[in-house]
């Protein structure tokens, strides 16, 4: 069992982590923490009230907003793959294999 220390010990090296990360990392890791939180909560204190679901809902729309420049660029790079002939076409079997096209 950690003491009071040990736990301190953790806030510290947390808080440095925190402090290193960028801002959409920071959200993944309140994310994770909080799906760590909740696998060792007691059934009654896993009903999430409102205001835990708004900010959770804040946190993927921030995680999304973040990511959508990257997206577009990957989607762009598939478009000019595409022109360029560098892909080659594949569909899904009936039993869940993929073969070209």
Do not use: C, H
């Not at 799906?35 to 708004?54: C, H, T, Y």
């Not at 993927?60 to 360029?84: C, G, N, P, T």
């Amino acid at each position: 069992m950690a003491t009071n220390q040990d736990l301190a010990t953790y806030e510290r090296l947390i808080v440095n982590i925190i402090r290193s990360l960028p801002a959409e990392r920071v959200a993944q890791l309140a994310d994770f923490a909080r799906f760590l939180q909740g696998q060792s909560a007691k059934p009654a204190e896993l009903e999430a009230d409102d205001e835990d679901i708004e900010m959770d809902e804040a946190l993927w729309d921030a995680q999304f907003a973040s990511s959508e420049k990257l997206f577009a660029r990957m989607a762009d790079k598939v478009r000019q793959d595409i022109a360029a002939g560098r892909t080659t076409g594949m569909r899904l079997t009936r039993d869940g294999n993929i073969e070209p096209s």
